[in-house]
């Protein structure tokens, strides 16, 4: 069988002549082809998108070129697996929707018959995700939603009805101690990832109370359940996220309302990271993050989070899902 962007890493490793094209990339870089264990059972495509940049579409093409006798072999398409229709006649919001795991779960939303009010800070990746999907009912809201104009904005295109909240939107820290934090990476990290997503639960709860039922899913971490995962500020607002999230599941449970999270662990989603990382944090990270069991794509953890967010989960309210390949039993 052919080699193709679509084939495992493991696959190209452990092929006799994939396995040395992958060392030698990995040679070039410098990098140790042993960072690649966690990641065995992804595509070779994600390569592209954990580079964060560093790895453009041609290098991969490149590869499969040169497994296949300088050929790029077309692949076939697969099958569309039908997920049913479990969000058929709803609305649902999703903000950071505009790539990775937010782009996945507006689309599998969008798939299963939702209506989809998108919003993301960057209006052209918004503009494509719709064009992805031309027969599908998604509403594209751009906007910075640590401003309440934004967040006014989003409540205003979803309508009288809304029936979902997946607040997915978030960024990283520079992996900074409490001590080196400053208040630059401080406010913009707690702003984005628990002011935000805060906010928007206290402008949708209103419109499920009335309604007597709803639905609110928030994204935390893998950094939200240890502290050897990220940086001081992101560990604080995925703890924060988990505590917003388990008050409202307290109070409004009995309204009708569930609200739940996923923690995600390693993903292949490539958001960057910010300049000037720590390089105090970093070292004491790096071995603990090299300890992380497997990578997941971005459409897994959709998987996760459409799980809680449909009725499928109707018995569950307050639990934070762990989607993280087992990290958090180590």
């Known amino acids: 069988m052919a080699l193709t962007a679509h084939s495992t890493i493991g696959d190209w490793l452990n092929d006799p002549t994939g396995g040395p094209l992958i060392r030698g990339l990995f040679q070039q870089t410098g990098a140790d082809p042993e960072l690649l264990t966690p990641v065995l059972g992804l595509p070779l495509q994600q390569l592209v998108a954990m580079s964060q940049g560093a790895m453009p579409q041609s290098v991969v093409d490149d590869l499969v070129r040169s497994a296949n006798g300088g050929e790029l072999p077309v692949e076939e398409a697969a099958p569309e697996v039908p997920t049913g229709a479990r969000f058929a006649g709803k609305t649902v919001i ?10 996945a779960t507006a689309t599998r939303i969008a798939r299963e018959g939702g209506r989809v009010i998108a919003s993301d800070i960057a209006a052209d990746k918004l503009d494509a995700l719709k064009a992805e999907l031309p027969d599908a009912d998604i509403t594209t809201v751009a906007g910075d939603l640590t401003k309440q104009d934004a967040i006014d904005a989003v409540i205003a295109a979803a309508g009288d009805t809304i029936d979902g909240l997946a607040n997915v939107a978030g960024i990283n820290d520079d992996f900074s101690p409490a001590g080196e934090t400053t208040d630059a990476v401080w406010d913009r990290v707690i702003a984005i990832n628990l002011t935000a997503p805060f906010k928007l639960m206290r402008a949708v709860l209103p419109i499920m109370e009335k309604a007597g039922r709803g639905s609110i899913l928030n994204v935390s971490s893998e950094a939200g359940l240890r502290g050897n995962a990220s940086g001081n500020a992101y560990t604080a607002s995925k703890h ?19 609200v739940n999270s996923v923690a995600p662990g390693g993903v292949a989603t490539g958001i960057p990271m910010p300049p000037n990382m ?3 944090g970093s070292s004491r990270l790096g071995p603990f993050q090299q300890a992380i069991p497997t990578v997941a794509t971005a459409e897994q953890l959709a998987a996760s989070i459409t799980f809680l967010l449909s009725d499928d989960g109707v018995n569950i309210n307050g639990a934070v899902l762990a989607s993280d390949g087992g990290w958090s039993v180590q």
């Open 278 to 280: 720590s390089e105090y």
């Open 94 to 103: 999703v903000t950071g929707a505009a790539s990775g795991i937010g782009k």
């Open 240 to 258: 924060g996220i988990i505590g917003v999230t388990k008050s409202a599941a307290f109070m409004y449970g009995p309204k009708g309302i569930r």
